[in-house]
């Protein structure tokens, strides 16, 4: 039987993978809508958390880079995604109940979060922040048994330099992405304000903006996060499927 040919993996690509409606229940009694995106036919060797921008400002679980991921890397990195809307966070999926509550009772949503990857038995889940979704895993990710944190554009607004602090006591891995061009904090700031955090990996990416616009953008980041979670599958193919002495290399 003759193997399709190879297309290249651009913006609209959903590469194959187990595509689950979930809700998550927070403490304070509510509920979340969200989507876990699995493995076709294998489990996953990590899981990835992803905590969305600021809903305010037009975040949520489909925000590009979050969508992207749980489109490709189920399928590229053997990856579990799971995505899910903040309170009061509104997006094709549904909108989840409760009201933004300033990063603060988001720390709820959070726990909800690391709770169903308990409770589906989800391996080495590594929470993936992305602008407020940094400070919601600066602040909260060590309440939780995380593998490891990612962050993408950290603002760096509402974590406090007692926040930043407390991750040098923890042996959990971190890996910040700054955008060269970024909006809020550009590498020589970012540099100043992690100066407390000297064991965090912090990646300055040339020509980088805060919202990752464009499919090379989209690449690096993938890549970055794929090259933290689960280094025996970067760097990621570019073509599906998989020519099969790439496949036979990562997997």
Do not use: C
Request: proline share 10%; no cysteine; aromatic share 6%.
């Amino acid at each position: 039987m003759t193997e399709p040919e190879p297309i290249e993996i651009r913006a609209g690509a959903e590469l194959p993978a187990n595509r689950e409606e979930v809700q998550l229940h927070t403490a304070d009694g509510l509920t979340l809508v969200g989507e876990l995106a699995t493995p076709l036919d294998r489990p996953p060797v990590a899981t990835l958390v992803t905590l969305h921008p600021l809903p305010t400002a037009g975040g949520f679980m489909d925000s590009h880079i979050l969508r992207k991921a749980a489109a490709r890397l189920p399928a590229l990195a053997d990856l579990a995604v799971l995505r899910f809307n903040t309170r009061g966070t509104s997006s094709p999926r549904g909108t989840s109940d409760g009201s933004f509550g300033e990063g603060i009772a988001e720390r709820e949503d959070v726990a909800a979060a690391m709770a169903f990857v308990a409770q589906r038995g989800l391996p080495n889940p590594w929470l993936v922040g992305w602008s407020f979704g940094t400070e919601l895993a600066l602040k909260y990710g060590l309440e939780h048994d995380i593998a490891g944190a990612v962050l993408l554009s950290p603002p760096l607004h509402r974590t406090t330099e007692a926040e930043l602090q407390r991750w040098n006591g923890s042996p959990v891995p971190l890996v910040a992405l700054i955008p060269e061009l970024d909006d809020y904090l550009r590498p020589d700031a970012a540099a100043e304000r992690f100066a407390v955090l000297p064991r965090i990996r912090r990646i300055d990416v040339e020509g980088g903006r805060h919202l990752w616009v464009g499919e090379s953008q989209t690449r690096r980041v993938l890549d970055e996060i794929v090259a933290a979670v689960n280094p025996a599958a970067s760097p990621l193919p570019t073509t599906w499927p998989v020519p099969a002495e790439q496949a036979r290399s990562s997997g």
